[in-house]
């Protein structure tokens, strides 16, 4: 199984900055799609960013050019580097990795999930 821990979020200034990172660890054999999700009160999952093994990412059109997404394979960490931040992201951010995993002699792709940052921008 894929256990993961998000940090980073926080209490910020319209405009200011955060940086949250997600770290996986498991007995995993490799991750392929890291993303991160956001869900605002009273609202579904909303998708915010994705990036592949490969490096290529991919942005919700609401964070597009204040938002980015980086990945260290190596630690098998994923980032967010928010700027700009604006009163409409806050909400709870959630870390989705899609990894195969090792159980035994045996192989599998799971789809797991962190607990969750919270982020709230105010003035």
């Known amino acids: 199984q894929v256990h993961i821990v998000e940090s980073g979020g926080g209490l910020v200034q319209p405009g200011g900055s955060l940086r949250l990172s997600c770290a996986a660890s498991?007995?995993?054999?490799?991750?392929?799609?890291m993303a991160w999700y956001c869900q605002r009160p009273g609202k579904p999952n909303e998708f915010v960013a994705g990036i592949t093994s490969g490096g290529g990412t991919d942005y919700a059109n609401s964070v597009k050019g204040r938002f980015t997404i980086s990945r260290d394979n190596a630690k098998n960490t994923v980032y967010l580097q928010m700027n700009n931040l604006k009163l409409e992201d806050t909400a709870v951010y959630y870390c989705?990795?899609?990894?195969?995993?090792?159980?035994?002699?045996?192989?599998?792709?799971?789809?797991?999930w962190g607990q969750g940052t919270r982020v709230t921008v105010s003035s």
């Open positions: 989705n990795v899609e990894a195969t995993v090792r159980s035994g002699t045996n192989q599998a792709t799971y789809d797991s």
């Open positions: 498991g007995t995993i054999v490799s991750i392929h799609r």
